[in-house]
């Protein structure tokens, strides 16, 4: 009896440990991935790239065109988009000529390049680095930044500041102040914070110039909604700005038509209809979708982006370091570790993409140089194949492979260099 009861239990946890067992969740490359590993085997630059795809891209842009409402302009944010070619392509696309610039290299990059476009800062900057921005700025006229470029202030003190610069270099600044609508990362948290600004603007009327507010909602929708829905956060949060609006057009300093009034972002300007208080929305991110914007509203946007690096050594099996046959083990009990894949690179902000199933391993380690990559038997990749990874997020991802690789229906388009971060000029040490 005890006999049985035994082979019953064996037989219990052996079913128990059948059912435990990880799928084989891998899969070869589809139809669009292995057009792509095709291209990059037959002309790509054997190393890691960050790849474009602008049919995804063009079409993520009629998408985000026909999602502004009425009366709203969009403004498209740099630092997502960080490519002189990138941003042509987008402004073309969307009919937008609007900009937002979060860093000095990139506003003197775009002034000089894209001289009609209209810059609004999209967070203070130190009164040293808009000093800079002048410095570096081009003497053709081409660009006006007394029409064309507005500085974001979020305190007096930093407007005193940009007020001493304005006289020291002879010219008037543009100013939009920052206002918090709920995000609570800094600006003016009251409507009549608004009024010393404005009293300190309306006496430097050959220096300071007031442009508008910018209020970004990105917490609009992670409130865990237990404490507050997504519909309760927008209500709350435009409320806010509209009362802050409504303090700025009192003090008469400008025709309220003529007044930026930006905010929103990639997670949130679909909310913003027509009764916002908005005039502009901010929106780059969603034009390329990497994974942090995997969201209900953005379900529509296609991946346009994505990491393509060669495979350095394609191996049978997985076999650790030390003398336990831990490897063999694990890949036993689990299919989707019997093939092991040394890629160029790794370590990047980003997720796999495809072939499917494709998985790290927390045990040898993760690599910058030399990444380990484990799958099933089903993923056929071979050496000097590709795999592909989305950004988890654009604006630093994209600035990290050298020259972006456009490409359109299995072909190169181009390369477009990124903008640079920056480069001073002085001696060595």
């Not at 045990?363 to 089903?378: D, K, P, Y």
Request: overall charge neutral; hydrophobic content about 45%; aromatic content about 8%.
């Amino acid at each position: 009896m005890q006999r049985r009861h035994f082979l019953y239990a064996l037989i219990a946890a052996g079913t128990g440990s059948l059912l435990l067992r990880p799928a084989d969740r891998g899969a070869p490359h589809d139809g669009y991935f292995a057009a792509l590993n095709r291209l990059l085997r037959d002309q790509g630059p054997g190393r890691p790239v960050l790849v474009v795809d602008l049919a995804r891209l063009e079409r993520n842009c009629e998408r985000l065109a026909r999602s502004i409402a009425p009366g709203k302009d969009l403004r498209i944010v740099a630092k997502s988009l960080p490519s002189i070619a990138l941003l042509e392509q987008v402004l073309r696309a969307t009919g937008s000529r609007r900009v937002m610039g979060f860093h000095q290299p990139f506003l003197n990059a775009l002034a000089s390049s894209l001289p009609q476009t209209d810059l609004l800062l999209g967070k203070p900057m130190p009164v040293r680095a808009a000093e800079q921005f002048y410095r570096k700025l081009a003497n053709d006229g081409a660009f006006d930044p007394r029409r064309q470029l507005q500085w974001l202030i979020d305190t007096p003190q930093r407007l005193a500041q940009y007020t001493q610069l304005a006289r020291t270099l002879g010219t008037r600044l543009r100013i939009n102040l920052e206002i918090d609508v709920g995000l609570h990362r800094g600006g003016l948290t009251e409507p009549q914070q608004l009024d010393a600004l404005l009293v300190q603007i309306a006496a430097e009327p050959a220096h300071l110039e007031f442009a508008g507010l910018m209020g970004y909602d990105a917490h609009i929708g992670k409130v865990p909604p237990l404490l507050e829905s997504r519909a309760r956060s927008l209500e709350r949060s435009s409320a806010i700005y509209r009362n802050f609006a409504e303090q700025a057009r009192a003090h008469g300093l400008a025709a309220p038509e003529t007044l930026t009034l930006n905010g929103a972002g990639s997670p949130t300007f679909r909310l913003h209809g027509p009764d916002s208080p908005l005039n502009e929305v901010a929106v780059g991110s969603a034009l390329l979708k990497p994974t942090d914007f995997d969201l209900d509203l953005l379900a529509d946007f296609e991946p346009a982006a994505f990491i393509a690096t060669p495979v350095l050594k394609a191996l049978d099996g997985l076999h650790l370091p030390g003398p336990a046959p831990l490897g063999e083990m694990w890949a036993l009990w689990d299919r989707n570790r019997r093939r092991s894949f040394f890629i160029y690179g790794g370590k990047w902000m980003a997720r796999f993409a495809s072939p499917t199933g494709l998985l790290e391993n927390p045990l040898f380690g993760t690599s910058s140089n030399q990444a380990i990559v484990n799958a099933s038997a089903a993923v056929d990749l071979a050496v000097d194949d590709y795999l592909f990874l989305r950004p988890t997020q654009s604006e630093a991802v994209l600035l990290q492979f050298g020259d972006l690789l456009a490409v359109r229906d299995e072909a190169i388009a181009g390369w477009w260099p990124v903008l640079s971060p920056g480069h001073e000029s002085g001696p060595a040490t």
